[in-house]
């Protein structure tokens, strides 16, 4: 009997997923411009640092963070919410006040939890924008 590894992982074969044909045409081609023209999602260009190596890290959240931003904004089509942003503490908050609130009384709150590691700053910024255009409240 060969001396047992350690293993490390689950080994895949290589093979392609297909975006789920249950979403609208909107949501697959939003999914699509999530990949490469090879496939690959852009995600898993970057190589990961090493958990302790800060500076590391910070650079491909830049990274990742300007790549968000960039595709939220050809998504964002036309905004005409306003957008104000601020700071608390150590958190940013962006505030987004449409056009016409349609419910004064009310607001739409989105603890992006995400905004962490990957998609804050001006990723986060327009999808408030586009928050607040699409439900009419701050």
Known sequence: MPPARELTGVTLPPRTVPFPASVSREAQSALRRLVGEDGVPFNALHELPAPDA?????????????????MVKQLA??????????????????????????????????????????????????????QADQHGVR
């Open 77 to 130: 089509g036309s905004l005409r919410a306003s957008v104000e942003t601020i700071e608390v503490g150590s958190a940013t908050i962006h505030v987004a006040t449409p056009e016409v609130q349609t419910q004064p009384d009310r607001i739409y709150m989105d603890l992006h939890g995400g905004g962490f590691v990957f998609g804050g700053g001006d990723a986060c910024r327009v999808g408030a924008q586009m």
């Open 54 to 70: 800060h500076d590391a890290w910070m650079t491909l959240k830049a990274a990742a963070d300007a790549r968000y931003a960039n």
